[in-house]
């Protein structure tokens, strides 16, 4: 029973996170802005597809990117990259957003 039961909590777990975002609209888009938290990135566009972490000396991080690509399915309007550039400390520096196709 207590396997059954962490395996359903695990189920549980996995089906609350989305296996892929859709691209970010430009409604959302025009929401962010450079200062905001990862926090903040994250409550309002959820997990990215891709994340790239530079570090420095002693494992230091130094900044992180987060990518948001478009689902196969969507239609042409939608098709935008969104790269999200965050410091050190996690706070956005530079947001991008340019054509996929």
Known sequence: ???????????????SFPLRADSVSMRDYNLLSRGMNEGEILHRLGTPDHETVAYGEFDRILGKTWYYFPATHEVSNRQWITEIRFNGSGDVIQLDRYKAW
């Open 1 to 15: 029973m207590r396997v059954f039961l962490n395996i359903l909590i695990i189920l549980s777990t996995l089906a």
